[in-house]
C-alpha cells in the first residue's frame, strides 16, 4: 500500500525499498462523461512482472474530471522504471467508466519517466505497457507477451463482427460491420465523441426547421421553374463553400469542371474506342472538334474521354415510390480536351445500343434535359459507390479488425487507429438512413442503393484503392494529355507525402520481410480483414492478402488505408451540398423516362421530368448534414492523442506536416488564378477519419 501527499518534501526520509513516484493522469476532454467518481488505484509492475508495488489509491472521487490533468506524488516499493502501469476503479454501486488518455511514471530519484498510452475507456481495470511500439516476436518480457495476449482476447469480445445474413436480406453481399443493433449499443470505443454528436444534433434540428420551412415555401410558391429549386437550399449555410461553384451549371464548359474535378472525379476514362452499344459517329461530333478533325484522330491523340454508367448500372433495381418508378439512365458521355485545355461534353447517349436517344449540344433544350439525365446516373454512381462503398463500406472491416486483432502497442494499430476509429459510428447510421430500402435517403435517389453497393462490392478489389494505379489503368494521370485535372493533381501530390511518412514509420520498426512474415499478431489481423471481414460472404477476398509477407506490401496496404480514410473521402465528401443543393445541376433521381432525340422537350416538360419539391428539400437536407466539418474535427498531419512516443517517429511527423503545409502552400497559389477554386484537399481541410 502506498502513501500518497500533494509535496514530497512532508518527508525528509525514505524506507528501505521504497521510492518517490510521480503519477500524472490525463482525463480525456471529448467526451462529456470522460471523468469517473470511482476511486482510481493503480499498481506498478517491473521488469518481467516480478515487483510489484501492489495497488494504491490516487486522490479523491473529485480528481478525475473530463480534461483534467493530475499530479500525484507516491512513496511506494521501489519496482524500478514500471513497465505496466495496472488500472482499477474502486467498487461502485453504480456502473462507472473513465475514458483515461495517458498516465505518466517520472521516478524522480533519478528523473526517468515512462508514459502508458491509455486513450481507452477504463469499466473494472485495464493493464497498460509503455507507450513504445513493439513487434511482438521483439518482446523479451514474459508478462508484457502475456498482457498483450489478454488484451487481444478481451477484445474478440468487444468488437464483435455482426453475424451472416440471409441471402435475401438487404445487407447481403456489403462489407462486414461490427455487431451493434442500435447506435447507443456500439463498443464505446467507436461512439462519436461528445463536441461531435452535439454538432450532429443541431445540424438535424437545423435540417428539421428548414424542411418544415420550405414546405411552407413551396406551397405558397410552387416550383415552375428551374430557378425555383434555388428556394431549397436558402435556409442552409456552410463554411468553405465555394459559392460561385454553380454559376456556370448549364453551361457545356460548367458540366465538363463538374465532371473533371467535382465530387466524383473517378468516373472518366481516356477512350481508346468507342463501345458498340455507344453509337456516336464522326458527323454527330465534327463540329465540336477543332479545326474539323475527325473523332478517329482525337481518340488516338489523347484528347477523347469517356464516362460510361452503362456497365455498373444496367440490371441494377431502380427504386418505387409511392407506387412510381424512379428513372436513371445507363447513360455513356463523351468528352473532349479541346485546343484550350477545356473538358467539354460532346455526346450523350442515354440508351445505349439506341441512337434515337444520342444527343449532342446542338440539340438545345434537349442538350440540357438530356445532360441531367446523365448526372443523375452520376449521382447514384457516386453516393453509392465512390462515396459509401469505396470510403465508408470497405473501410469498416479494416477498422473493425484492427480493433480486434493488434494490442495497443503494435506500431500498425498506432498508425491506423487516428484514420480507421470513427467509420463504424457514421456507418451504423448511413445504413439505416440511407442504404436500407425503406430508408428515407435511399427513396430519394433513382437506383437502389443496396443493390448497386452488392453489385459493385463482387468485383472490387484493393487495387481499386491505390489511386496512382487507378489513374493510370483509367488513362487520365498524364497532365500533358488532360489537363486542369486537380484533383488528379493534388491527390497525387498528397499521395507521395503519405507514402514517404507510411513507408518511414513502418521501415523504422520493420528492418526486413522477415519482420513482416514473423508478425503473427499483424497475420492475425491480415486474415481476420481478408476472410471474416471483406470475404465473409462468398470467399473472395478483393485482392486483401490472408499473410502480408513483405515490408513494401505492407506499406502499400497501410498506405491505402490513410488515404482512402482522409484525402479519397474528402475529395468525394465535403462538396456535396454545393453539387446537389440545386436539383437541375445534379438530380437524385428523375421521374419520367427519357425523351427520345426527335421529341419536343419544352421548359414544362423539363419540370415534370426533374425531382419534385419533396424530393429537392430532401436532397439538400441530406447533403447539407454529410457536407458539415464538425467543430473538434482533427485534420492531416494532427495527431493529439500521442500513440506514438518514438522521437524518431515524433521527427517523421513533423516533417510530415511540413511537406503538408507546402502542398498547401502550392494549392492555394495555383487557386488563386482560377475562377473556381479547387480547394476539396487542402490539407487543413481533410480530415484524417470518416466521421461523417
Not at 510489484?52 to 519496482?79: I, M, P, R, W
Not at 519517466?113 to 509503455?130: S, Y
Not at 480507421?420 to 459510428?425: C, P
Not at 462490392?457 to 500533358?480: A, M, V, Y
Amino acid at each position: 500500500m502506498g502513501i500518497i501527499f500533494s509535496r514530497r518534501s512532508e518527508f525528509e526520509e525514505v524506507d528501505v525499498g521504497k521510492t518517490w513516484y510521480r503519477i500524472t493522469t490525463q482525463t480525456s476532454h471529448a467526451y462529456s462523461k470522460a471523468g469517473t467518481k470511482s476511486k482510481v488505484s493503480v499498481n506498478l509492475l517491473g521488469k518481467n512482472g516480478i515487483k510489484s508495488t501492489g495497488y494504491f489509491e490516487l486522490g479523491n472521487n473529485n480528481k478525475f474530471q473530463a480534461g483534467k490533468l493530475e499530479h500525484f506524488d507516491v512513496l511506494v516499493d521501489d519496482v524500478g522504471l514500471p513497465v505496466i502501469v495496472k488500472i482499477q476503479l474502486a467498487d461502485q454501486s453504480k456502473v462507472d467508466e473513465w475514458f483515461c488518455d495517458q498516465i505518466t511514471v517520472n521516478l524522480i530519484a533519478n528523473g526517468l519517466q515512462a508514459n502508458f498510452p491509455v486513450h481507452d475507456w477504463v469499466l473494472n481495470g485495464t493493464e497498460v505497457t509503455r507507450g513504445d511500439a513493439v513487434l511482438p516476436q521483439k518482446i523479451t518480457d514474459p508478462y508484457v507477451q502475456s498482457l498483450r495476449k489478454r488484451e487481444i482476447e478481451n477484445n474478440l469480445s468487444l468488437f464483435q463482427w455482426i453475424a451472416r445474413p440471409n441471402s435475401g436480406d438487404s445487407l447481403w453481399g456489403l462489407p462486414r460491420f461490427v455487431d451493434s443493433s442500435r447506435l447507443d449499443t456500439l463498443p464505446l470505443l467507436f461512439k462519436r465523441m461528445t463536441a461531435r454528436q452535439i454538432q450532429r444534433d443541431k445540424n438535424y434540428r437545423s435540417i428539421g426547421v428548414q424542411l418544415l420551412l420550405n414546405k411552407i415555401i413551396t406551397c405558397t410558391c410552387p416550383m415552375n421553374s428551374l430557378q425555383s429549386y434555388h428556394k431549397m437550399a436558402e435556409g442552409y449555410h456552410l463554411e468553405r463553400q465555394n459559392l460561385n461553384y454553380l454559376d456556370d451549371w448549364d453551361t457545356d464548359e460548367g458540366m465538363g469542371r463538374q465532371v473533371l474535378t467535382g465530387i466524383n472525379p473517378l468516373m472518366v476514362s481516356r477512350c481508346t474506342s468507342l463501345p458498340d452499344y455507344f453509337n456516336v459517329t464522326n458527323d454527330d461530333v465534327k463540329g465540336f472538334l477543332s479545326s474539323n478533325r475527325m473523332l478517329e484522330e482525337e481518340i488516338q491523340a489523347g484528347k477523347i474521354y469517356i464516362s460510361d454508367y452503362k456497365e455498373l448500372l444496367e440490371g441494377v433495381e431502380r427504386n418505387v415510390v409511392n407506387g412510381k418508378e424512379l428513372y436513371c439512365p445507363d447513360a455513356v458521355g463523351l468528352f473532349y480536351v479541346n485546343d484550350e485545355g477545356k473538358f467539354l461534353p460532346i455526346a450523350i447517349q442515354l440508351v445505349p445500343g439506341d441512337r434515337g436517344y444520342l444527343f449532342t449540344p446542338e440539340d438545345n433544350n434537349r442538350w440540357l434535359l438530356a445532360k441531367m439525365y446523365f448526372r443523375c446516373a452520376g449521382s447514384s454512381q457516386h453516393l453509392w459507390v465512390n462515396h459509401f462503398l469505396v470510403t465508408h463500406g470497405v473501410m469498416e472491416p479494416f477498422s473493425v479488425a484492427i480493433f480486434r486483432c493488434l494490442p495497443r502497442p503494435h506500431p500498425v494499430y498506432k498508425l491506423l487507429r487516428p484514420h480507421l476509429q470513427t467509420v463504424s459510428a457514421i456507418n451504423h447510421e448511413a445504413r439505416e438512413i440511407l442504404i436500407r430500402p425503406e430508408s428515407p435517403g435511399n427513396q430519394i435517389i433513382s437506383v437502389c442503393a443496396s443493390a448497386l453497393v452488392r453489385k459493385t462490392f463482387e468485383t472490387l478489389t484493393l487495387d481499386d484503392l491505390h489511386i496512382p494505379n487507378r489513374l493510370k489503368k483509367q488513362g487520365i494521370d498524364d497532365p500533358s494529355l488532360l489537363p486542369n485535372n486537380y484533383y488528379r493533381d493534388d491527390a497525387l501530390a498528397l499521395w507521395k507525402i503519405m507514402d514517404k511518412f507510411v513507408g518511414s514509420v513502418l521501415r523504422y520498426y520493420y528492418k526486413s520481410d522477415a519482420d513482416v512474415y514473423e508478425d503473427h499478431e499483424l497475420q492475425t489481423w491480415a486474415e481476420d480483414v481478408a476472410k471474416s471481414g471483406l470475404g465473409w460472404h462468398d470467399d473472395n477476398t478483393r485482392g486483401m492478402p490472408t499473410r502480408i509477407t513483405t515490408v513494401d506490401k505492407l506499406v502499400e496496404i497501410c498506405l491505402i488505408l490513410m488515404f482512402t480514410s482522409s484525402v479519397q473521402h474528402a475529395a468525394v465528401n465535403f462538396g456535396q451540398f454545393q453539387n446537389y443543393k440545386f436539383v437541375p445541376n445534379s438530380p437524385s433521381s428523375m421521374r419520367l423516362p427519357p425523351p427520345k432525340k426527335t421529341e419536343t422537350v419544352t421548359d414544362e416538360l423539363i419540370m415534370e421530368s426533374l425531382p419534385g419539391a419533396n424530393v429537392a428539400m430532401k436532397a439538400a437536407a441530406f447533403t447539407f448534414a454529410l457536407s458539415a466539418f464538425y467543430p473538434d474535427e482533427i485534420y492531416l498531419g494532427q495527431y493529439p492523442d500521442r500513440l506514438f512516443n518514438d522521437i524518431a517517429v515524433l521527427e517523421m511527423m513533423e516533417e510530415y506536416r511540413q511537406a503538408l503545409a507546402e502542398v498547401s502552400r502550392k494549392i492555394r497559389k495555383r487557386n488563386e488564378s482560377l475562377k473556381h477554386p479547387y480547394t476539396f484537399l487542402l490539407p487543413e481541410f481533410v480530415p484524417n477519419n470518416i466521421a461523417i
